[in-house]
């Protein structure tokens, strides 16, 4: 049964889901608020991809199936079974989200904690403890969470000041934070030719929600005869027209410099 969640605007701004949507042609943003709809107060839901298609983008022709699998290995859902052997789903960030009216009915899903999960385990973690069924243990669930992130981020050599305010810039932005992230930004720092300590500190600093070696690149190329002054995020989004990215917004503005 679905039910009436609430959106923030923010989401609409949602980076990651914008470059795996591009990435993977899926309507991943539309889809991942769809689920919020299908989930229980606990952010459960059945894995059935074809009945879940038919709530959520009826007239889209793809695989929801494909679309559950590319949200599953970025982290926004998470697969698990059941002892029975009955597929369920998972929203870590769920709770983090909705405001739950006290009148709507218990999850009659299993726990995740209590299956196995098929995926990434971490993005449990995050979860863990809170609601109204673990309120009494809702700091040591958060302390279990911090714990499990920190030592993922030390993982990366990400310690320190440096860990808590990556920690604090994804949770501004409700963006997890999971191997699969960290991964993206080890990879795109390779691209950039720095480390993933650098490209981490470079988000914290302009504000990104995550890391592009091109973003990087546009704004630390130079001419020899002279240095362009930067352009600032309070520039990009000013000048952002619908449906631009950010990259596209920031190339049409250096060009109007050049000319």
């Given at each position: ?18 470059e ?16 919020w ?10 894995w ?19 679309v ?17 052997g ?15 009216n ?8 299993p726990?995740p ?24 243990k809702?700091?040591e669930?958060?302390?279990e ?5 920190a ?38 720092a ?14 914290i600093?302009?504000?990104w ?9 546009n ?25 631009e990215?950010?990259?596209q917004?920031?190339?049409r503005l250096?060009?109007?410099r050049d000319?």
């Amino acid at each position: 049964m679905a039910r009436i969640r609430t959106i923030k605007p923010e989401f609409f701004k949602h980076e990651e889901l914008y470059e795996a949507e591009k990435e993977t042609k899926f309507p991943l943003r539309l889809a991942f608020a769809g689920l919020w709809c299908s989930c229980d107060r606990e952010g459960r839901f059945k894995w059935r991809p074809n009945s879940l298609k038919l709530d959520i983008i009826p007239y889209d022709n793809c695989d929801f199936s494909r679309v559950l699998d590319a949200l599953a290995t970025r982290g926004f859902v998470v697969e698990y079974e059941s002892d029975t052997g009955d597929r369920y789903g998972f929203v870590p960030s769920f709770l983090a989200h909705q405001v739950i009216n006290n009148r709507e009915s218990q999850s009659q899903l299993p726990c995740p904690f209590d299956a196995s999960s098929t995926r990434d385990p971490r993005g449990l973690s995050m979860h863990k403890g809170k609601g109204k069924e673990g309120k009494g243990k809702e700091k040591e669930g958060n302390k279990e969470s911090a714990s499990s992130v920190a030592s993922l981020l030390a993982d990366y050599g990400i310690v320190g000041t440096l860990a808590k305010d990556f920690i604090l810039l994804r949770s501004k932005k409700s963006a997890p934070i999971t191997k699969t992230v960290l991964d993206g930004f080890q990879r795109e720092a390779d691209k950039a030719g720095i480390s993933i300590i650098d490209a981490v500190t470079i988000s914290i600093e302009r504000n990104w929600q995550s890391f592009k070696a091109e973003w990087h690149q546009n704004q630390t190329v130079t001419t020899p005869q002279q240095k362009q002054p930067a352009i600032s995020e309070a520039e990009i989004n000013k000048a952002a027209r619908p449906g631009e990215s950010r990259d596209q917004v920031y190339r049409r503005l250096m060009a109007s410099r050049d000319k």
